[in-house]
């Protein structure tokens, strides 16, 4: 008898080692972190695989809401207020459920980011719906997973890729229009010995062919100090212009200013000269 409670007690004191024992999950957690200019977007999903099934119009069906992967509903944050397909979407972190179709499916940015699946689902906290085109991937995709094909300082296109299918939407972060209603406040603040804030607003204003602004910060940045940099600015504006004889002018006079520690770029600036007067 108290040999069978022995055995007993040392079976009952086994249970929490058992019940503390892990295993993987089939749909294993995955993260994917795209920054678009100066905004950063995670989508935080659980990645389920075909093995063989039938995906769309089968084990994912038609017209009902999905919490897109498996497991946890999928999530996806904005470190800035952003545009999907066109509408607005305000900062933060959303659950991100679809209604998939043969020909459209519904992408739902919910507020209730913590929720398993789509069961407890509520439309009423809705932040945002937008409808996509689902199309042909061109290649097989085993697990379900999250890319970024094409990417700008603006603007994203995601894509969910499952099966033989993905569905793609579009992230606009505003990024140049943010920089510039940034780079004007900078300027307008920047104390009177500052020529360093309006060339880097001079400059950001060059690379995006916004040359009205860019123009005026570069004057700005010039009547308080002439640099190698913000005259080899000017420069380039000239030759873009049409008028490489002055850019010439402007360039050679920004050799005249270098420092020790603008040896790469006064390098880079005779190479310009040299093909600007061929």
Do not use: C
């Not at 500052?194 to 004057?219: C, H, R, V």
Request: proline share 5%; aromatic share 8%; hydrophobic share 40%.
């Amino acid at each position: 008898m108290k040999k069978t409670l022995l055995i007993s007690a040392l079976a009952i004191a086994a249970l929490p080692a058992l019940a503390q024992l892990k295993t993987p999950r089939p749909s294993q957690k995955s993260s994917f972190t795209q920054t678009i200019g100066l905004t950063d977007v995670t989508i935080t999903y659980s990645r389920p695989g075909v093995k063989g099934r039938k995906i769309w119009g089968g084990l994912v069906p038609y017209g009902q809401v999905w919490r897109t992967g498996a497991n946890e509903a999928t999530t996806i944050s904005f470190s800035d207020d952003v545009t999907i397909n066109g509408k607005d979407l305000p900062k933060g972190t959303y659950s991100l459920h679809t209604i998939p179709g043969a020909d459209e499916w519904t992408l739902i940015f919910n507020k209730v980011a913590d929720q398993w699946g789509s069961y407890s689902y509520d439309e009423k906290q809705d932040a945002l719906r937008v409808t996509t085109k689902p199309r042909p991937a061109l290649e097989k995709h085993e697990w379900l997973t999250f890319e970024a094909p094409e990417l700008s300082a603006d603007q994203a296109t995601f894509v969910l890729q499952w099966d033989q299918l993905e569905v793609p939407f579009t992230i606009n972060a505003h990024t140049t229009s943010r920089v510039m209603s940034a780079a004007a406040a900078a300027v307008a603040a920047a104390t009177p010995d500052d020529w360093s804030t309006p060339l880097q607003a001079a400059s950001f204003a060059y690379d995006n062919k916004l040359n009205a602004e860019g123009a005026k910060w570069l004057d700005a940045s010039l009547k308080t100090k002439e640099t190698i940099r913000n005259l080899w600015l000017k420069a380039r504006v000239q030759a873009e212009s049409g008028n490489k004889a002055e850019a010439i002018k402007t360039a050679e006079r920004a050799l005249t200013l270098k420092t020790d520690k603008d040896a790469a770029l006064a390098g880079e600036i005779v190479k310009q000269i040299d093909s600007w007067k061929k």
